[in-house]
């Protein structure tokens, strides 16, 4: 029988190696747990967050627009230089409002033909906007000029200029204001004589405000926009 002769230090060392063992497994075993806590935890945080993300949903308490029809009944020429901006039909006759620096005019044109009768150029620094005929006088609205022209209605002669406050875009009248849209949800109602606001409303769908409004028609008390 062979022996086995080791010393105490010997045992030492050994149960050390298998102490060592064991806690460096169990330090495994540990980092293991924790990366996949931590995992777990990203994971759940990353959804979370995306659930929280901003969502558009309807305005229960302002129903949707309704969405309106329309036929074509007749087509009629129309000079496709003339960057159109604003459009009125006057008993029987086109006005026309046209835009771009340098080319901005205000005319009067005959529909069957599209051949102008009566124009005048504005000057080149300003951008033609928005037309209304109220009392006899043609008002044009001026892009970011903050200028506003008004022509007598048979002679395109200028009567005088008012200052706007804010930009030019569409326009129309209710018979005593005009009605003016300034590329926002605002659209104001302003005194003719003076160009002072008068009063506003705000455009809404089910969304909430509709910015850009421009061109503007009021047919039969109702507002178009």
């Not at 497994?25 to 659930?51: E, K």
């Not at 230089?81 to 459009?87: A, K, N």
């Not at 620094?125 to 209304?132: D, L, N, R, V, W």
Request: charged share 20%.
């Amino acid at each position: 029988m062979y022996g086995i002769a080791c010393t105490l230090k010997d045992i030492f060392s050994y149960h050390f190696i298998i102490v060592s063992h064991i806690t460096f497994a169990l330090i495994q075993i540990n980092t293991m747990r924790n990366c996949l806590l931590l995992f777990a935890v990203i994971v759940l945080l990353s959804s979370c967050n995306g659930n929280d993300q901003p969502k558009e949903e309807n305005n229960v308490s302002n129903p949707a627009p309704l969405s309106l029809s329309y036929s074509i009944v007749k087509v009629y020429p129309h000079d496709t230089s003339s960057y159109t901006e604003g459009l009125i039909w006057h008993n029987n006759e086109l006005y026309e409002s046209a835009g771009n620096y340098n080319l901005s005019k205000l005319f009067k044109s005959d529909i069957t033909s599209a051949k102008a009768n009566k124009t005048i150029k504005l000057a080149n620094q300003y951008f033609g906007e928005g037309i209304a005929i109220l009392n006899d006088k043609i008002y044009q609205l001026t892009y970011k000029e903050h200028k506003v022209f008004v022509y007598d209605l048979k002679t395109f002669q200028k009567i005088k200029e008012m200052e706007w406050l804010y930009e030019g875009w569409g326009m129309t009248t209710n018979g005593k204001e005009l009605i003016i849209s300034t590329g926002g949800s605002t659209i104001y109602y302003v005194n003719p004589e003076d160009f002072k606001v008068a009063r506003m409303i705000g455009v809404t769908d089910n969304y909430g405000p509709v910015a850009y409004i421009n061109e503007l028609e009021l047919i039969n008390n109702v507002l178009y926009a």
